[in-house]
Structures are given as C-alpha cells and as structure tokens.
C-alpha cells in the first residue's frame, strides 16, 4: 500500500515557478513508476510527466515540454515538479500518481495510487 501526499501548490503569476512534492509513505515506493496528471475546471484530468523507479527515464507531455521537469529522490520517497514559465492555462488540481507498470504506461493504463491533489493558479 502507498499513501501519496501532494504538496507546494498555490498561487503564482504568469512567467514565475513553481515546484510541486508528492511524499510517499510505505517501504516499496521504489517499485513504482511516478508521475502527475492535472485537471483544470471543467476538462478531463491529462497527463504531465511521469518517471520511472529509477529516475533514468523521464516522460513529459508536449504541453509542457522544456518548461516542466519531473524528478524523484527514492532515499526520501520524494518525487517532485519544477515547473517553470507558468501560463494561465496551467491552472489546474495536480496529482501525483503511482504505477508498478513502466512509467510509459501513464496516462494509458489505470494507475495504481492517487494522491488527493494540490491547487496551482496562474493568474495575475
């Protein structure tokens, strides 16, 4: 069993940054794939980034690509998003998000731990 606990969410203007935490709790975080997904009021939850249990691979959706970097810590069971040049159509409820399939598998297969989201707003 996983816990995961969102944190580091809140208000930013456009342009800032922003880095967003997902701890862990339970000894076998290690086995799992991580990763975020948002949903933004009124759209589906879409697919951000996700990492592999070793952190070697590293997938990040083309709507953030070069401003997003996902990476994780397994000693702290940590795995965190710095998110860069924030845009108003950022806005959304981040969840971190646990597999024991490859991190490739985000976003196409159900995942196996949610955590309860944290709220990130891009406004001026």
């Known amino acids: 069993q996983v816990q995961l606990v969102e944190s580091g969410g809140g208000l930013v203007q456009p342009g800032g940054s922003l880095t967003l935490s997902c701890a862990a709790s339970?000894?076998?975080?290690?086995?799992?794939?991580m990763g975020w997904f948002r949903q933004a009021p009124g759209q589906e939850r879409e697919f951000v980034a996700a990492i592999s249990w070793g952190g070697g691979s590293t997938y990040v959706a083309d709507s953030v690509k070069g401003r997003f970097t996902i990476s994780r810590d397994n000693a702290k069971n940590t795995v965190s998003l710095q998110m860069n040049s924030l845009k108003p159509e950022d806005t959304a409820v981040y969840y971190c998000?646990?597999?024991?399939?490859?991190?490739?598998?985000?976003?196409?297969?159900?995942?196996?731990?949610w955590g309860k989201g944290t709220l990130v707003t891009v406004s001026s």
């Open positions: 998000a646990a597999t024991g399939n490859s991190a490739g598998d985000f976003g196409r297969s159900p995942m196996d731990y």
């Open positions: 339970g000894r076998t975080f290690r086995r799992y794939a």
